[in-house]
């Protein structure tokens, strides 16, 4: 079992910036594939980044390559989203997910993931 749990969320303008943070418990996250996912009102569950824990490799949707950067810190057995160029459609709620299954992995699909943290609501003005 794993515990997770989003913050860093809030209320931004337009081109700001915000890092989300995702601490875990029960289980150190190298044993982990890790996705970062959004959900705005009324749309389904959206990937958006995801960092295999055993090699590092990263994997982006098209929506926020070259704004967002998928990152993690070891011994703090934590998981980041760095947000950067920020624009209103961005706004959702952003849940942090992990993998036991496929450490090795990069994964896009909510279905394959075991654990969600609770969600950070983000939201950007105009």
């Known amino acids: 079992q794993v515990q997770l749990v989003e913050s860093g969320g809030g209320l931004v303008q337009a081109g700001g910036s915000l890092r989300l943070s995702c601490a875990a418990s029960g289980r150190p996250l190298r044993s982990f594939a890790m996705g970062w996912f959004r959900q705005a009102p009324g749309k389904e569950r959206e990937f958006v980044a995801a960092?295999?824990?055993?090699?590092?490799?990263?994997y982006y949707a098209d929506s926020v390559k070259g704004r967002f950067a998928i990152s993690r810190d070891d011994a703090k057995n934590t998981l980041y989203l760095q947000m950067n160029s920020l624009k209103p459609e961005d706004t959702a709620v952003y849940y942090c997910?992990?993998?036991?299954?496929?450490?090795?992995?990069?994964?896009?699909?909510?279905?394959?993931?075991?654990?969600w943290g609770q969600g950070t609501q983000v939201t950007v003005s105009s």
């Open positions: 997910a992990a993998d036991y299954e496929s450490p090795g992995s990069v994964i896009s699909n909510p279905d394959d993931y075991d654990y």
């Open positions: 960092i295999s824990w055993v090699y590092a490799s990263t």
